[in-house]
């Protein structure tokens, strides 16, 4: 690694890792707040508390780590600037894309990180995080389920509704299920039973009812003990990732859920722009690396204060931006791609407008 890029990293490190901390800090502060509030309604105890504030941890850190990418490059870059270092560096044959270059490839590698953190431990945090609530308020066993519903669909105009009153993990058993079948609209077979288990063969039930339906007449049949296959094809696995937020999936498992799950047209569009923000969240470490490099290194001198007051407000517009994407994602103004990405398409139009302006001009 040669001088001049452990020089800038070393510069870029100090106000990253002071955005992380206090934008994050700000952001844990606000969730701690609202546990304590929580709390106090529920006569929570202390430790739960800590324990429900420790699961907003990875969340809030991801949302300070693309605000600390901004802040460090303007701060960073632009006490050298103000410093007139970049101009000793230009003067001596350095050029600007090789100062831009470190900035952007930790953009980058920032983004594949938060991206990581955000597929991997965020999803599981919001998750607990949510169990440990009902666990708390409603003072039931952990690892189960209540009101599971499941339309699956099938081919040729098939489908079957699974619901069950609760969903017990660990046993692997659904407590008092009726599944319905239909055939191009009309209702063919419905099958109700206590419990449904988990064998090497799939979901069977020992004991229950089946509803043949005719065109004018009905067939009940009363089936005893015994192996009984019921034709729900998921395994446990995938019917965990089914009892899902889509705040709470990575997104490959929403990913899953959209191919594998009957949707009205609103609520697919609206999955399917969390999906395309999964992508797009994370790559803002890259668009703020590439939008702060060219504003951090404008001649005039700049004070920390204004290096600040540019990132909030380069933040909040970022903000307004997905803001809008989003309800025209989910309205279908635009497809739910175009609407997740548009403040990235925006700022990165407008970054790389003014990256090859600079690159332009000093070489």
């Not at 998921?234 to 859920?257: F, G, H, N």
Request: proline share 3%; aromatic share 16%.
């Amino acid at each position: 690694m040669r001088i001049i890029t452990r020089y800038l990293l070393k510069e870029l490190m100090g106000p990253f890792i002071f955005g992380v901390l206090a934008f994050s800090g700000m952001f844990l502060g606000f969730s701690l707040v609202n546990v304590i509030q929580w709390a106090e309604r529920y006569q929570v105890h202390f430790w739960s508390v800590l324990k429900l504030w420790a699961y907003t941890i990875p969340e809030n850190m991801a949302f300070g780590v693309y605000i600390g990418i901004l802040l460090a490059t303007l701060l960073g870059l632009g006490r050298m600037t103000s410093h007139s270092e970049t101009i000793a560096m230009q003067a001596g044959g350095i050029s600007f894309l090789r100062i831009a270059t470190p900035v952007l490839l930790i953009g980058f590698l920032v983004s594949v990180a938060s991206f990581i953190l955000n597929e991997t431990i965020a999803p599981a945090a919001k998750l607990a995080y949510r169990r440990e609530r009902t666990y708390l308020t409603q003072n039931k066993p952990q690892g189960v389920v209540e009101e599971y519903f499941y339309n699956e669909k099938g081919k040729n105009g098939f489908q079957r509704l699974i619901y069950a009153e609760e969903y017990h993990v660990a046993e692997e058993r659904f407590i008092n299920v009726m599944i319905q079948e239909v055939q191009d609209g009309n209702l063919v077979r419905t099958l109700k039973s206590k419990e449904l288990l988990w064998g090497d063969e799939g979901w069977y039930f020992k004991e229950g009812e089946i509803y043949y339906y005719r065109e004018d007449f009905m067939v009940p049949v009363r089936v005893t003990e015994g192996y009984n296959p019921t034709g729900f094809k998921k395994t446990p696995a995938q019917v965990i990732k089914l009892t899902q937020r889509p705040e709470e999936m990575s997104w490959w498992d929403l990913r899953w859920y959209l191919k594998n799950t009957e949707l009205n047209t609103k609520t697919r569009r609206q999955l399917e722009s969390q999906l395309h923000l999964k992508t797009a969240f994370p790559f803002a470490c890259f668009i703020f690396a590439l939008l702060g490099t060219p504003l951090a290194l404008q001649s005039q001198r700049r004070t920390a204060s204004a290096g600040l007051g540019i990132c909030l407000i380069n933040v909040i517009f970022y903000y307004l931006l997905m803001a809008l994407g989003t309800f025209l994602g989910q309205s279908g103004f635009t497809s739910p791609w175009v609407g997740a990405w548009l403040q990235n398409i925006v700022l990165g139009l407008y970054g790389g407008y003014l990256f090859l302006k600079k690159a332009l001009y000093l070489n």
